[in-house]
């Protein structure tokens, strides 16, 4: 059974950058026709798609924050990362990654457990 | 504010249906993008609970089932359980925006 588990620090400065990882376990990070992704969710407010890396390393990322994130994808260990840069408080939320079929009309499933990342001085 | 709309609170009796809608418009649900529905329990992963606008995962109860019409679409619940009691949310995609789309969620609660 695929399992996702985000890591990184809870929390972070404003103006620096936020780095997370997903480490997938139960399956290859490689298999197809499978991508990996990041959402968010500030406290109080609806969910909000960051991104999403191929095995390749190709990406794809919310227009809105398109600015200030990379995405990246470490095969050998199977996981992947999020770096959000120039944070400010309003990038404070719980951040999940999960696993998408490669489709416009695809569904996150599964999902990681969440990291609640603080931004604050 | 989300691209896709939702009631804060939906509630209901155990053993009663209750209906979640989930509202878009014409660059999401309108232009034909599936329509997915999670269950979302405090501090736990989002479930997987509907996908491709009415198709349920193996291990899901048939007491969920999905529709969409137009620029809508709605999640049912039948025969209420207080273990039933979660955060419900939907997901599409938005040609506009070129990006995947959630509702705000609705909190579902078994009186």
């Known amino acids: 059974q695929l399992q996702l588990q985000e890591s990184g620090p809870g929390l972070v400065k404003p103006s620096e950058t936020l780095s997370l990882t997903c480490l997938v376990s139960?399956?290859?990070?490689?298999?197809?026709?499978?991508?990996s992704n990041w959402v968010r969710q500030p406290p109080g407010k609806g969910l909000e798609w960051i991104g999403t890396?191929?095995?390749?390393?190709?990406?794809y990322c919310n227009p809105s924050l398109k600015s200030r994130v990379t995405l990246s994808v470490d095969t050998s260990n199977n996981q992947f990362s999020l770096n959000l840069r120039s944070v400010t408080a309003a990038d404070t939320a719980v951040y999940y990654c999960?696993?998408?079929?490669?489709?416009?009309?695809?569904?996150?499933?599964?999902w990681g457990q969440g990291i609640l990342v603080t931004v604050s001085s | 504010q989300s691209v896709l709309t939702q009631p804060p609170s939906v509630s209901g009796a155990p053993g009663q249906r209750v209906t979640i809608s989930c509202n878009g418009s014409?660059?999401?649900?309108?232009?034909?993008?599936?329509v997915h529905w999670y269950q979302h329990l405090p501090e736990t992963a989002p479930k997987l609970l509907i996908f491709?606008?009415?198709i349920r995962p193996s291990g899901v109860p048939d007491r969920f089932s999905g529709s969409k019409s137009g620029t809508s679409a709605s999640l049912a619940i039948t025969g209420l359980q207080a273990d039933d009691e979660a955060d419900y949310f939907c997901?599409?995609?938005?040609?506009?925006?070129?990006?995947?789309?959630f509702g705000p969620g609705t909190k579902v609660t078994a009186l």
């Open positions: 999960a696993r998408a079929i490669v489709a416009t009309n695809t569904w996150f499933d599964p």
């Open positions: 139960g399956g290859s990070i490689t298999s197809t026709p499978y991508y």
């Open positions: 890396v191929y095995s390749s390393g190709t990406s």
């Open positions: 014409t660059s999401n649900i309108g232009a034909g993008y599936d």
């Open positions: 491709g606008d009415n």
């Open positions: 997901q599409s995609y938005d040609s506009s925006l070129n990006s995947f789309v």
